[in-house]
């Protein structure tokens, strides 16, 4: 069993900061990447941000490029995002996501955390 716990949402004005935390657990043999969707409301779950765990080598939608970034610390098995000027249409629940590895060279699995949600007030 693999969890996901995210931490770090709330409410916060527009050109404020906000850093979302996502720590995986639980039984596997590797984390490939990690990352962040996110789901405004009526709209379609989409990428913010993904880390590829071994490299660091990262990508971003291009509505957050030079606001947002993502990091991990893989001692700890956590994804980070500090998102910096931050506006109203980040506004959204954001979900922290893993693709692991339950043995080596095994099919790959995408576990996913519970949402947390941000809301940016202008």
């Known amino acids: 069993q693999v969890q996901l716990v995210e931490f770090g949402g709330g409410l916060v004005q527009a050109g404020g900061s906000l850093r979302l935390s996502c720590a995986v657990s639980?039984?596997?043999?590797?984390?490939?990447?990690m990352g962040w969707y996110r789901q405004a409301p009526g709209k379609q779950r989409e990428l913010v941000a993904g880390i590829i765990t071994s490299d660091g080598n990262t990508n971003y939608a291009d509505s957050v490029k030079g606001r947002f970034t993502i990091s991990r610390d893989n001692d700890k098995n956590t994804v980070y995002l500090q998102m910096n000027s931050l506006k109203p249409e980040d506004t959204a629940v954001y979900y922290c996501?893993?693709?692991?590895?339950?043995?080596?060279?095994?099919?790959?699995?995408?576990?996913w955390g519970q949402g947390t949600q941000v809301t940016v007030s202008s």
């Open positions: 996501y893993g693709v692991v590895q339950h043995a080596y060279r095994s099919d790959k699995y995408v576990y």
């Open positions: 639980g039984s596997f043999f590797s984390i490939n990447d």
